[in-house]
C-alpha cells in the first residue's frame, strides 16, 4: 500500500502571507496530483506533475516533484482568504490505475 | 461539458432502507471512481472501474456495498440495509487515460438515522 502523509495538518494564517504544505512518501509514483476542496464541494485539481524534480507554477502556486518522485511541495506566496481549503496530494504508481490520497492540509487564511 | 453529475445531493434515510447514488461522468473518459470522505477516515476509495468493468473493489466496506456501471455514462452505489456508520460523503470521479487526474463531482452528503 502506497501511503502519503501531509504535513502541516492545519495551517491558519493571516493574509499576505507565505506557506508551504508539503507531501511526502515512501513510495516512488509516476504521477502526482494536487488538489484543493471547499466546503461542500470536491476536489479540484490544481495541477499533475510526472517528472523528478519538475516545477510548476500556476499564479502565487508553486509546485515542486522531488527528484526522486516520493515527495512534493506546494508553496503559496501572498495567500488569500480565496486560498482556504483543504489542499490533497494524490499518487499514483506505474502500473496502477488508482492514485492514492493523502490526508490534507486545512488551510485558513484570515483577511 | 457539465462535468461529473452526483445525484442526489443529500439523501436522508432511516437505518435498513436502501439507498442507490448515482453518477454520470465526463464524456469520453474511460474511468470512474467512487470515493467516501469522512473526518474520521479522509478520502477512501471503495471502487473503480476501466471501460465499465470493476477493476479493484477491495475499498468496499462489507457485502452491503455495491457497484454497477452498466455503460460508459452511468454508474450506481447501492447500500442495502444502510446502517448509521454509512453516513458520509460519496464522491464519484472520472478521468481520461493517463496521467492527468481526475474531475470529481459534487457529492452525495448521506446521512443514515
Known amino acids: 500500500t502506497q501511503l502519503l502523509e501531509q504535513s502541516p495538518q492545519f495551517l491558519s494564517i493571516q493574509e499576505g502571507e507565505n506557506l508551504t504544505v508539503y507531501c511526502n512518501s515512501s513510495s516512488v509514483f509516476s504521477s502526482l496530483q494536487w488538489y484543493r476542496q471547499e466546503p461542500g464541494e470536491g476536489p479540484v485539481l490544481l495541477v499533475t506533475?510526472?517528472?523528478?524534480?519538475e516545477v510548476k507554477k500556476l499564479k502565487r502556486l508553486t509546485f515542486q516533484f522531488g527528484d526522486a518522485r516520493k515527495d512534493s511541495s506546494l508553496h503559496i506566496t501572498a495567500a488569500q482568504p480565496g486560498d482556504t481549503g483543504l489542499y490533497l496530494c494524490?499518487?499514483?504508481?506505474?502500473?496502477?490505475?488508482?492514485?492514492?490520497f493523502g490526508d490534507g492540509t486545512t488551510l485558513t487564511v484570515k483577511p | 461539458d457539465a462535468g461529473v453529475i452526483q445525484s442526489p445531493r443529500h439523501e436522508v434515510t432511516e437505518m435498513g432502507q436502501e439507498v442507490t447514488l448515482r453518477c454520470k461522468p465526463i464524456s469520453g473518459h474511460n474511468s470512474l471512481f467512487w470515493y467516501r470522505q469522512t473526518m474520521m477516515r479522509g478520502l477512501e476509495l471503495l471502487i473503480y472501474f476501466n471501460n465499465n468493468v470493476p477493476i479493484d473493489d477491495s475499498g468496499m466496506p462489507e457485502d452491503r456495498f455495491s457497484a454497477k456501471m452498466p455503460n460508459a455514462s452511468f454508474s450506481t452505489l447501492k447500500i442495502q440495509p444502510s446502517e448509521p456508520r454509512d453516513s458520509a460523503v460519496y464522491f464519484c470521479?472520472?478521468?481520461?487515460?493517463?496521467?492527468?487526474?481526475?474531475?470529481f463531482g459534487s457529492g452525495t452528503r448521506l446521512t443514515v438515522v
Open positions: 506533475v510526472v517528472t523528478g524534480g
Open positions: 470521479a472520472s478521468s481520461p487515460r493517463g496521467p492527468g487526474g481526475y474531475t
Open positions: 494524490a499518487g499514483a504508481g506505474a502500473n496502477a490505475g488508482k492514485s492514492t
